[in-house]
């Protein structure tokens, strides 16, 4: 397996535009984790899917972030409108629900920059 | 919620050992893992610690004790290329959908110079 596939790896936009960032996950996997990270806040959780479906959103900074799992395998992070204090890594992870040990892969992350 | 806390830096000399501490409040966990990060790469898993006690593999060991919220991270030999950022992580809260929810600290920086 490729392992977590993140696509775009750079986005750079202006703001006011609309952000989609992709994810697709290792087969098998059906916990899905988005992360964003900064240096001035780390790694912070924006949601976790299970089995597709949305178990915590908590940490989604407002009404401009939607994420979605159309399928088992896919997930998109959506930001519209985009601003400039959205310009951050951001991660996307998954992990095998056989057991609860089981460690997180992460893909190489989308590096997004609002100007 | 979860919420985890660590040292921001540290700083060792190659052949040292070094330990970086996480201590955390939690409404109810399944274990505590940690992760490595160099500038530029995404996190990758290191170590998980479901009981209490010391989990060891190769140079690194972790430890947990549940009683005293508290876990750490031992690196042993170290080498310049343990320079990253580290972070401890819990796997919770303990309930059926939320099971495997993974919340981070704020991250380690470790510094090895020569």
């Known amino acids: 397996d490729a392992g977590v596939i993140q696509s775009p790896r750079h986005e750079v936009t202006e703001m006011g535009q609309e952000v989609t960032l992709r994810c697709k996950l290792i087969s098998g996997h059906n916990s899905l984790f988005w992360y964003r990270q900064t240096m001035m806040r780390g790694l912070e959780l924006l949601i976790y899917f299970n089995n597709n479906v949305p178990i915590d959103d908590s940490g989604m900074p407002e009404d401009r972030f939607s994420a979605k799992m159309p399928n088992a395998s896919f997930s998109t992070l959506k930001i519209q409108p985009s601003e400039p204090r959205d310009s951050a890594v951001y991660f996307c992870?998954?992990?095998?629900?056989?057991?609860?040990?089981?460690?997180?892969?992460f893909g190489q992350g989308t590096r997004l920059t609002v100007v | 919620g979860q919420s985890l806390e660590q040292p921001s830096e540290v700083t060792a000399v190659e052949g040292a050992i070094v330990q970086i501490n996480c201590t955390y409040q939690t409404s109810g966990f399944y274990g505590l893992s940690w992760y490595q990060q160099h500038d530029g790469g995404a996190p990758t898993f290191l170590s998980y610690n479901g009981l209490d006690g010391l989990e060891e593999t190769g140079r690194f060991s972790s430890f947990l004790s549940r009683s005293d919220s508290y876990g750490y991270l031992l690196l042993q030999e170290l080498q310049m290329k343990d320079s990253a950022s580290y972070f401890c992580?819990?796997?919770?809260?303990?309930?059926?959908?939320?099971?495997?929810?993974?919340?981070f600290g704020g991250g380690t920086r470790l510094m090895v110079k020569p």
């Open positions: 992870a998954s992990s095998s629900p056989r057991q609860l040990n089981t460690e997180a892969f």
């Open positions: 992580a819990v796997r919770g809260p303990v309930n059926n959908n939320a099971g495997n929810m993974l919340t």
